[in-house]
């Protein structure tokens, strides 16, 4: 399973940033609804919070097997991607109401933390994966001195 956030805020607040990540969520609907299979991947809701000890990422994915899923850190981002098969039975002429989204899903989201990378669990437990994501000790700052200029001679 693959999920993709990268917003920038340039300063602005948090509620305009969760406004933002609406409206990218409900455009990337309508287009997946208006042209099925075209549109790519979708990306399924995702909560990402911290505690003073990591950063949890919480995917919301009914009706997907933990098999299907597919979790990778990389150094600058989490990769969480998959795929959500239909359950709609084949020859079926209409929708009423079409609210939930099939086929593959990605996700990346930014490491905005240092991660100790060999604590990080995943777990998936009635269609919700929780990825714990622990802090790594804080690196101090390094101080790096300019040298002089060696004299050449001649």
Known sequence: ????????????????????????????????????????????????????????VQVELAGVRDEDIDITLYADHLAISGTRPSKVPPGTTAYHLAGIMYGDFRIELPMIVNVDRERVEASFENGLLTVVLPKAASRQPSSISIQPPVASSQ
């Open 1 to 56: 399973m693959r999920v993709q956030y990268r917003y920038v805020s340039h300063g602005a607040g948090r509620q305009m940033i969760e406004q933002m990540q609406q409206m990218h969520q409900l455009m990337h609907q309508l287009i997946a609804r208006a042209a099925p299979g075209t549109a790519g991947v979708w990306q399924p809701p995702t909560d990402v919070y911290e505690s003073e000890e990591a950063l949890v």
